[in-house]
């Protein structure tokens, strides 16, 4: 062995108990919430040791589970030397403190939004991503914040010498009067970065680009249908949440016509409202498009319910009323059974797989078919001093003929409406054969 021993000196995965509890009218199986529970544990890095389960019909206002299964939870803990134990649903403040006393101050007692959150820091890359995820957990940590200083606050309180004055503002006042600050700060940068967004949003509206926006549950293939469709570069990984930030390709449609495909964050069963609340400016996008494809895993056993979660959150950031198509991805895993019985239940919506390519023609064409619609032919003779209108024309309508005469270009063209207004002040006769008419 040489002189430097070599070591691994890679962190130990956090040993993980997930606790899940069956409540009354709950959509989803608590076996297949807390196999979801179970994957976003290792998306953050955990390894899951253990799972509890209880049926309640309604959650201890104390400890969430009942004591008896909250004793049992810290005797599992103990036996199995867990690092966290993790709740699929959110805990109160106080249902938080109470179980970090039974199961003891060495384990940490988490629930399903600070583990998404956890797993949203990690995954930001831009600065509008580490803003909207701060935004979250600050708002997610203030109501839990505890007094950190108490045995001096106890000191003050016992009355004698130098207690006459009273203890003044407290410690856990001052770290919440700090986090309002923070908080307040984070929304007026967001508000500024959302500012920026929105005009670019116009700016695609002005230029009448028809826009696509790509929605689905978190690992449906929305970033593997972005490159597929667009040829783009985004970051692809069989994990929750891999990508946060939206990312927005052209992509020029056979007929010609140039459109924008908006890659989104991803959705998942029982996304915390602060998340929503704090990524609005970045759904904002689903919202401003013309068009939603609302992307589903067809493999998997729960797309029903994943694709009823993602219409909710729809409903939420106000795109509900937004015309979508419903894209079945992934059908490369079904069997030829499978895919017949999806296809005969869905037969408006397109089946594809994002990863072979298979069905992908048949999407764009649907595409195609939406973004054509509302389009008008006219024919306009657009003056040489107008390059702008000219390059637009070619990007955003599909040419049917053209010719440069000496007064311009005399086109004719399938032409969306928010453009067919501005063409109209240069319309001209149409002879059939390209040639000049008087404007």
């Not at 966290?84 to 003891?104: C, H, I, W, Y």
């Not at 005009?199 to 689905?216: E, F, S």
């Not at 927005?248 to 602060?274: M, S, Y």
């Not at 999407?363 to 008008?376: I, P, Q, S």
Request: a negative charge; proline letters at 4%.
């Amino acid at each position: 062995m040489g002189r430097f021993e070599m070591r691994d000196v890679a962190p130990e995965p956090e040993r993980a108990i997930l606790v899940g509890v069956e409540l009354g009218g709950s959509p989803w199986p608590v076996a297949d919430s807390l196999a979801e529970l179970g994957r976003l544990a290792e998306t953050d890095g955990a390894e899951v040791v253990a799972t509890v389960t209880q049926r309640l019909d309604r959650p201890s206002p104390r400890t969430f589970v009942g004591s008896g299964k909250a004793a049992e939870l810290a005797e599992l803990c103990r036996a199995l030397e867990a690092d966290v134990v993790v709740f699929d649903d959110e805990l109160t403040p106080s249902q938080q403190a109470n179980l970090e006393k039974v199961v003891g101050r060495d384990v940490k007692v988490i629930d399903r939004t600070a583990l998404i959150l956890d797993i949203f820091a990690q995954h930001a890359t831009t600065r509008e991503g580490r803003l909207q995820v701060q935004l979250a957990q600050l708002g997610y940590v203030l109501p839990r914040l505890r007094g950190m200083w108490a045995h001096l606050v106890g000191e003050q309180t016992r009355g004698g010498i130098g207690s006459r004055f009273g203890q003044g503002e407290s410690q856990l006042e001052v770290d919440r009067r700090l986090v309002r600050r923070r908080i307040a700060k984070l929304r007026r940068d967001l508000e500024r970065l959302d500012t920026r967004r929105a005009t670019q949003r116009k700016a695609r509206w002005d230029a009448a680009i028809y826009r696509v926006a790509l929605v689905g549950y978190t690992n449906a293939g929305k970033s593997t249908l972005l490159n597929r469709l667009t040829g783009a570069d985004v970051y692809v990984r069989d994990e929750l949440f891999a990508t946060l930030d939206p990312t927005t390709r052209a992509l020029v449609l056979e007929q010609g016509r140039k459109i924008t495909v908006t890659d989104t964050v991803g959705f998942i069963q029982k996304l915390p409202t602060l998340l929503v609340e704090s990524f609005k400016s970045t759904l904002a996008e689903a919202c401003a498009a013309d068009l939603i494809l609302r992307v589903v895993d067809a493999s998997d056993p729960n797309a029903e319910r994943e694709l009823e979660a993602t219409d909710e959150v729809l409903r939420q950031i106000g795109a509900e009323r937004t015309p979508s198509l419903v894209v079945w991805n992934k059908c490369d895993l079904l069997d030829a059974e499978e895919l017949s019985a999806l296809r005969a239940a869905h037969p408006d919506d397109c089946a594809i797989s994002a990863a072979e390519g298979t069905g992908v023609d048949a999407l764009l064409y649907a595409v195609a078919a939406r973004a054509t619609e509302g389009d008008e032919t006219l024919t306009a003779l657009v003056p040489y001093s107008k390059g702008m209108l000219i390059k637009m024309v070619h990007e955003r309508c599909q040419v049917i003929r053209e010719r440069y005469v000496a007064e311009g270009l005399l086109v004719t063209a399938r032409v969306p409406a928010r453009l067919a207004e501005t063409l109209r002040a240069w319309s001209a006769p149409d002879d059939g054969e390209g040639g000049a008419g008087e404007p």
